[in-house]
């Protein structure tokens, strides 16, 4: 046991290695490419599969638990022990990472009725891959034993639309009837890799995950020792059958393990908070090239192992924040990373920048403010600075996180710095676990106070504390008045609210947040939600109704769009204007709508006429009275600047990519892809675009 709990390494390799072996085979044709499986082990901890410890449920070690697959897989490749998930630890965000590379803002959605499908915003690999073969997809199959998985083959991107996930994933048992064992979905494996050989396989295997769920103190533990004969079985099959056996790369890993601490009974009943027992998992990798009997300690992420994958199989997933891990193979190939600034803010004359690094797997990124490095020294990751000015007084908030395997958790912290004067201070923040998404708006009132919006929603689902035991999702206001935070908390009726973005309005705020009906819980039913806050007592807030502005209703007759990513501004009129990213079954459009002072309902609705769809993860951003949205048209990503009473204007970035678009002073400035693996920073003048400054 001892000399297996070493080989834990190893599993999280091997959960990297899935996604470098993924550039394998392709169906009934000259199989030189080989083939890759990925079993995604839903909802298995470390300590209970491939980890180097003991199971905190029973205190065996984690080899006893599936001792055929420590004995008969692992010294057969790589094991992985440092795999993290550092976005939201549940089963439909977990896979979005793991097939995008990036972490992506997603909902853990169930596929109900209704119109459309919840999406995710950027490219996955299924559809990149189907796209490149140009087989429709004959090269992918994806077996899901849960209808949460439905979304994997096909994103948000022009053109995916065209993919139907209904016949590209497969729900075995049926779309509302999943198998109550995995044993069924292995079957499936073998079947479709004897039949279609497939390029890339991959099998998630839900079943254990919805044992734990049901809350039966033994169900999870046996449904985690079930697995073992089955997979040892499929692994030995593939080895013994001649058409698989020397070019087939396995892939075991987990997507998120369960909680280690949390008031439920069992303590593992539910996962999605920030403990190690969700984010740190493992991984097991064997094939050809793959080195045998390794243990691979480095930190290893989802899309680290998605980039990896994509590596592999010779395509690029264009917005890939991981990084591929190739020293998993004996001879391994060169794939740099991406690396440069990906995203900055710019206020008071002060520039903070989210720097990527190359080259250290501990050390990803850092937020240098002014040329100088402000994050934690030996952070992991640091990202998405903000920035605020008000006179002799700026503001700087950001993300940040530190790997913490020892430690019970591994959160993420919110880090703020206030500059008055020569030199910038810590302040903290105004919130202990802001979660992988934390996006907040800085807003300073001329009384040197800042007020700090976001939604704190730190698993990122649509269900708050349910899965993830850390309370409601909310929508806060933090104001720092030099000395202190002061929280004002506002608990919505509504389900997976993000994107927050806020404005001053008299002597109050206004919020605009895109969220689902509680009753709803997604898909394309999301609509722009407001929310007024007035003044409190000693820096407190009183909120208002939270309503939507039934945007979907206005423009589409029927509330079937999908509404996401609003941008405030104030004109001098006093008139609030709004922009945000309608998403139909035909893509995602530019919509805008205002509301005066003294009017009781949002007028002015319209559609923008632009020359092609909107990249709807963009957040458009307000140069005078325009709105600037990014626009693909054709190969290449457009700026284009939209009113009420004028035609739109575009400006040209010579990219067919955009990260994300920041107001700066005189404009604004896209990252946009370089095409050599890095990100770069292209300033567009206010008058390219056809805005007023």
């Known amino acids: 046991a001892t000399m297996r709990n070493e080989e834990c390494l190893v599993t999280r390799l091997l959960l990297l290695a899935w996604i470098c072996v993924a550039p394998a085979c392709a169906p009934a044709r000259d199989r030189t490419d080989g083939t890759v499986v990925v079993l995604v082990w839903d909802g298995v901890r470390a300590g209970e599969s491939l980890g180097d410890g003991f199971s905190e449920a029973t205190g065996e070690p984690s080899a006893d638990f599936v001792p055929r697959i420590w004995d008969e897989i692992v010294p057969l490749g790589v094991r992985g022990n440092h795999l993290w998930n550092l976005g939201t630890t549940t089963t439909a965000p977990a896979h979005v990472e793991l097939a995008s590379g990036l972490r992506q803002v997603y909902g853990n959605y169930a596929v109900e009725g209704g119109v459309g499908l919840y999406r995710p915003d950027l490219p996955m690999l299924p559809e990149v891959l189907s796209d490149v073969e140009g087989d429709g997809g004959g090269g992918v199959v994806l077996l899901a034993n849960t209808e949460f998985l439905l979304p994997l083959s096909a994103s948000l991107w022009p053109g995916a639309e065209a993919y139907d996930p ?89 997507d998120h393990g369960r909680h280690t601490h949390a008031d439920t009974d069992p303590v593992w009943r539910n996962h999605g908070c920030s403990c190690n027992g969700c984010r740190h998992i493992a ?29 592999f199989l010779g395509v690029d997933l264009p917005f890939a924040e991981g990084v591929p891990v190739l020293g998993l193979l004996d001879d391994p190939p060169s794939a740099p990373g991406r690396s440069g600034v990906v995203d900055l803010a710019e206020a008071g004359g ?49 993300r940040e996180v530190v790997l913490t395997p020892e430690a019970p958790d591994t959160a993420w912290q919110a880090r703020c710095l206030e500059k008055e004067g020569g030199t910038w201070t810590d302040i903290g923040g105004p919130v202990a676990d802001p979660g992988p998404f934390w996006d907040p ?47 004002s908390t506002f608990t919505p009726k ?34 722009i939600y407001r929310l007024p806050a007035s003044p409190g007592a000693e820096s407190s807030w009183r909120f208002g109704t939270f309503e939507p502005v039934n945007l979907g209703s206005t423009l589409a007759g029927g509330g079937a769009w999908r509404m996401e990513r609003p941008a405030l501004t104030v004109g001098v009129d006093r008139v609030v204007r709004l922009a945000a990213v309608g998403v139909t079954e035909g893509g995602a459009r530019a919509v805008l709508a205002a509301r005066g002072e003294r009017d009781t309902a ?41 009113g009420w009473d004028v035609e739109a204007t575009c400006a040209g970035t010579g990219s067919p990519r955009i990260r994300t678009i920041v107001r700066v002073a005189g404009g604004i400035e896209a990252v946009v892809d370089e095409g050599t693996g890095q990100w770069g920073m292209l300033p567009v003048a206010a008058a390219e675009v056809g805005a007023i400054p």
């Open 283 to 311: 991984f097991v990798l064997t094939g050809p090239g793959v080195a045998r009997g390794r243990v691979w300690s480095e930190p290893v992420t989802l899309a680290d192992l998605g980039a990896t994958l994509a590596t």
């Open 494 to 527: 509504a389900s997976f609210p993000t994107d927050a973005d806020a404005v001053l309005h008299g002597d109050g705020i206004l919020v605009a947040t895109g969220a689902s009906p509680a009753s709803l819980r997604g898909r394309h039913h999301r609509d």
């Open 602 to 642: 949002w007028g002015d609705a319209r559609i923008a006429d632009l020359p092609g769809p909107v990249l709807a993860h963009v957040q458009p951003v307000w140069v005078g009275d325009r709105a600037v949205f990014a626009v693909l048209d054709g190969d290449e990503a457009l700026l284009c600047a939209v």
């Open 166 to 254: 209904t016949n590209e994933v497969l729900t075995t048992g049926g779309p509302d009837s999943p198998f109550a064992s995995d044993r069924s979905v292995l079957e499936e494996v073998r079947r479709r890799l004897e039949d279609d050989q497939p390029r890339l396989l991959v099998a998630n295997l839900h079943a254990v995950d919805r044992a734990g769920h049901y809350g039966d103190r033994d169900a999870y533990l046996d449904a985690v020792r079930g697995l073992d004969d089955p997979i040892a079985d499929l692994h030995a099959w593939i080895r013994d059958t001649e058409a698989l056996a020397d070019d087939t790369w396995f892939l075991l890993l987990t």
């Open 350 to 398: 002060h520039r903070a920048e989210e720097v990527r690094v190359e080259g250290d797997a501990r050390h990803r990124s850092e937020i240098v403010l002014d040329g100088a490095p402000v994050s934690t020294p030996g952070v992991f990751a640091a990202e998405h600075p903000v920035l605020a000015s008000d006179g002799e007084r700026s503001w700087l908030c950001f």
């Open 441 to 487: 708006v800085l807003l300073p009132d001329g009384t040197g106070r800042v007020h700090l919006v976001h939604v704190v929603n730190p698993n990122g689902t649509a269900t708050g504390g349910k899965d993830g035991a850390l309370g409601p999702v909310t929508v806060d206001v933090g104001t720092w008045d030099g000395a202190a935070w002061t929280v």
